[in-house]
């Protein structure tokens, strides 16, 4: 049977461990979707004439997606540096090195920074002076974002497990063992967390105790994290699809271009669209219930970033280097921004502010054009 028919008594009854940190503060984009059901969408809406305020140059490229939290922005690069900037004016506060390549984007909560790095080691750092206080070392790279639910952060492993560590101490609360890599982010629903992983599976896992339900074949390799929402999965593959999955009834649509490319993207989903990048050089926006392309829109790179809804717009970035907002209803550019470097981060919106960082290591941090004026907190000290 490939349906996840657990009683929903059970997930009820670990509903109370879902006082996720990102949710209480939605002016914040905490982790790397900005919430526990990895949907994408920010909790504020954008200025039109958006324009850079500050930008600053870290020492390698940035692949991960920055967390916003309290004023603070929180960045990683592949040189393994963890860094704290100022939101206002991107002053350095503090760096946390690691010594490997970190492209696993940081959660923020209960005055910590979650993230793992490439050699397999779990950090948890105080977020105000950049001081480790737990670590948690597994037995391959650590690409997955952390997801936090109540008091236990999760996250996967290219050892093939998923991870459940006690959030204050580091203890292991419960590992589950899958046929392959661990890349993607688990999302979390109604105390469930859902992971698609390397090995084509859609899992089903009860946060609570790590018991299992009966995975879904999916019938392709998948790296991209699947978006929650309504009681419905959406994930690409890397068979050229992106699937539209019930969570309690198995797959409901596939959709399928014309061009024959992965996607690497996560999914952002709103009320009425799911949106995202392709390895074929289009960002897709299609409709939810019936996975039916709704526009496309073609740039000259592909793209590995995932998109952000931030009120009527989608904000995603290319490899050709480019930063665009798109309406969210019809796909028509609406805002545009050269880069001069590929961008496959995703972007993170807080407090009026998109920030994201690019190939060549520079973070921008871009704002109303009418009330900012750029300045190069940029210059690492």
Request: aromatic share 10%.
């Amino acid at each position: 049977m490939n349906r996840f028919s657990d009683l929903r008594a059970q997930a009820l009854a670990a509903t109370l461990l879902l006082a996720l940190a990102p949710a209480a503060g939605r002016a914040d984009w905490r982790s790397f979707r900005g919430d526990a059901a990895l949907t994408g969408v920010a909790g504020t809406s954008l200025a039109d004439d958006l324009a850079p305020v500050w930008t600053f140059q870290a020492d390698d490229a940035i692949e991960a997606t920055a967390a916003i939290a309290d004023g603070r922005v929180f960045v990683a690069a592949l040189d393994g540096t963890l860094y704290a900037l100022d939101l206002e004016d991107g002053e350095l506060l503090w760096r946390y090195e690691t010594g490997e390549e970190i492209k696993s984007s940081p959660l923020v909560a209960g005055g910590l920074v979650y993230f793992g790095d490439e050699l397999g080691t779990f950090h948890a750092v105080d977020a105000k002076t950049g001081v480790a206080r737990w670590i948690f070392e597994v037995e391959g790279a650590i690409s997955s974002s952390p997801t936090l639910v109540g008091d236990r952060v999760l996250f996967g492993s290219y050892d093939t497990y998923l991870y459940a560590l006690d959030a204050r101490t580091g203890k292991l609360l419960w590992k589950v063992e899958t046929d392959n890599y661990v890349h993607s982010t688990p999302a979390v629903a109604e105390g469930h967390a859902y992971v698609a992983g390397c090995d084509g599976v859609f899992r089903r896992v009860r946060v609570a105790d790590g018991s299992e339900a009966e995975g879904l074949p999916v019938g392709a390799y998948v790296a991209a994290s699947a978006a929650i929402r309504d009681g419905r999965a959406y994930v690409g593959t890397f068979e050229n699809e992106v699937l539209g999955i019930d969570l309690e009834g198995g797959i409901v649509w596939r959709y399928e271009p014309e061009r024959e490319f992965p996607f690497y993207s996560s999914a952002a989903v709103s009320a009425d669209r799911v949106v995202v990048g392709g390895r074929d050089k289009t960002i897709h926006a299609l409709d939810p219930k019936t996975g039916a392309a709704v526009w496309t829109f073609v740039t000259p790179g592909r793209v590995d970033a995932s998109p952000v809804i931030a009120g009527k717009r989608v904000y995603v970035g290319s490899l050709s280097g480019d930063l665009y907002g798109l309406d969210l209803a019809d796909g028509s550019e609406r805002w545009r921004f050269e880069t001069g470097s590929a961008v496959i981060a995703s972007a993170a919106v807080a407090d009026g502010r998109l920030v994201i960082g690019t190939e060549d290591g520079l973070v921008f941090a871009f704002g109303s054009s009418a009330s900012t004026t750029t300045t190069p907190g940029g210059a690492n000290p």
